[in-house]
T-cell receptor
């Protein structure tokens, strides 16, 4: 069982729709991440939140909008997506310390997103 | 900048045979190293990690890896493959003092097939 829960597991949406992906963890982790994974490729980092503040945005298009309402929750708001945005979206969390990150990231099972 | 190279995008072994998945890294300092496994339609699960200390690291499901600084390698091994080991394996690296980024750099992945 994964300790990082992502909902929904599958999402099909049109290019004009607005939807949100949700991620929740109760491990007390203070760093949370969004990754995008295309088929047969490694995960690509999109955003990093550290202590509920956005610390990294890997030049992600504005049609993806992250939100961290509290230390346990991470959302990814989607609007006007393109077919090439179809992918597996993974959320991860890790302990947020100043020690350089020797703690591993824990991943959810992802949301498989299809854009029609 | 750090990088990871996984030699062999596909590895096929017979059930009961030795599993060897190769990972070489490039980093200005000895990094933190991780192996993750991804089963179909799932997220990434941590197999093992190396941060400091003993260079031979034991993980879950009978896997282990050895950090060899002189060879800049962190190869993953398992003495006897099981059908359930068939999955995608990712090697990942993070530089110890990368406190701002806290993100992993992934290799391209190796798909392990286990033949009966």
């Amino acid at each position: 069982d994964t300790e990082v829960t992502q909902t929904p597991k599958h999402l099909v949406m049109g290019m004009t729709n607005k939807k949100s992906l949700k991620c929740e963890q109760h491990m007390g982790h203070r760093a949370m991440y969004w990754y995008k994974q295309k088929a047969k490729k490694p995960p690509e980092l999109m955003f990093v939140y550290s202590y509920e503040k956005l610390s990294i945005n890997e030049s992600v298009p504005s049609r993806f909008s992250p939100e961290c309402p509290n230390s346990s929750l991470l959302n990814l708001h989607l609007h006007a997506l393109q077919p090439e945005d179809s992918a597996l979206y993974l959320c991860a969390s890790s302990q947020g310390t100043g020690q350089g990150g020797n703690q591993p990231q824990h991943f959810g099972d992802g949301t498989r997103l299809s854009i029609l | 900048a750090q990088s990871v190279t996984q030699l062999g995008s596909h590895v096929s072994v017979s059930e009961g045979a030795l599993v060897l998945l190769r990972c070489n890294y490039s980093s200005s300092v000895p990094p933190y190293l991780f192996w993750y496994v991804q089963y179909p339609n799932q997220g990434l699960q941590l197999l093992l990690k190396y941060t400091t200390g003993a260079t031979l690291v034991k993980g879950i499901n009978g896997f282990e890896a050895e950090f060899k600084k002189s060879e800049t390698s962190f190869h993953l091994t398992k003495p006897s493959a099981h059908m359930s080991d068939a999955a995608e394996y990712f090697c990942a690296v993070r530089e110890p003092m990368d406190t701002g980024r806290r993100a992993l750099t992934f290799g391209s992945g190796t798909r392990l097939q286990v033949q009966p």
